[in-house]
């Protein structure tokens, strides 16, 4: 049997993001990288009992593939929900965000080696090195074929890994399905029509605040339409953006709009409704951003009860951003994280570069 899912949202009060660190200055792009990727300050060692039980009586294979930037939080929560219901989660790394500039591989650069990680053995990455022809580096707003590019490489990545007769799931990082989605893709005796998009409930940086979207499921309001799912034979990379009508996989987790003062920023200068023409122009406070973030999660909202996370549910404080509470990360000055170095020779190679800049 799955690990229980509870019903419930946490209620505690909101706060002032800490001044020390995320005050009245603007964030550089280093220093929200960092915050990013660095672990949460509670011991991991709570989490452990988060995990799901082991579900032994899995029919099909199932592939989790993943358009990654750097949203590691997210990516933890994901991987937790789908643990012992997929065969291997395939992330489509690139060394450029979406206006052309470098970018490290972060999980085979970093999150690989994290204490939070190393239980998900079944994680693999690929690291896009190349630019599509014609892109505009340092494009602003944005240049879509940055990601067109990433479908592109996630079509081969997929052809090369993938089995035939194995289901595929597709999206960003932050378009989650349910563990009772995982539970039936993995193990249930039929499925419905392939191929189709999950029905995931669309909050906007705070659990509890569902909103509308343009890419709502068919007869799901305050939902959004992805991730894909589909059969090998059948995948191609897109986004269905809630084109199925076909909807017969019902929950899940949209977690965009995370108000993290690291992956908030971090947003901003790197994604693809940033502009980081304006941030260095406008240079607008981190207070101000995780501040303007939390407004817009509650602004226009629906209240809605959700299923959390498996590990949110049993770790409230793990990431309090998601209830608007202060993330105890941003006490102390972010330490920089550095590419891990591993031995030369055996199944091991050279570590891999990276750059903040």
Known sequence: MPWPIATG?????????????????????TSAMCYALTPPTNPDIAVANCMPRPVPDT?????????????????????????????????IESVYDHHGHRKPCVWKTILRHDARFRKFTNVVSTCIRTLPKGVRVGAAPVDWQYEAWQN????????????????????????IPSRAVWLKLATAPSLGPLPTNVAITNLRGRFGY????????????????????TRKPLFKADHPHGAYKNVWLVGGFHLTNYCYAGSRVLKEWTATEARPDQMQQNKPSCLSQ????????????????VHLPLLLNCSLDRYPEWWHRDD?????????????????????GRAHASTFS
């Open 9 to 29: 949202t946490h209620t505690a009060g909101s706060s002032t993001p800490f001044r020390g660190i995320c005050n009245t200055s603007l964030m550089p792009r």
């Open 59 to 91: 029919i099909r294979s199932v592939y989790d593939v993943i358009l990654f930037g750097f949203e590691a939080d997210v990516l933890e929560i994901r991987l937790v929900e789908s643990f012992g219901l997929v065969t291997q989660t395939l992330l």
């Open 152 to 175: 592109q490489k996630a079509n081969h990545f997929v052809g090369r890994r993938v089995p035939e007769d194995s289901i595929v799931v597709y999206g960003h990082a932050d378009e």
């Open 210 to 229: 569902a909103h509308r979207s343009p890419f709502e499921a068919h007869g799901h309001p305050y939902t959004i339409g992805s991730p894909l799912v």
């Open 290 to 305: 995780v501040t303007g973030c939390r407004r817009s999660a509650i602004d226009a909202a629906h209240r809605v009860p």
């Open 328 to 348: 105890a990360r941003l006490k102390t000055p972010c330490a920089k994280n550095r590419p891990q170095k591993r031995r030369v020779g055996g199944t091991q």
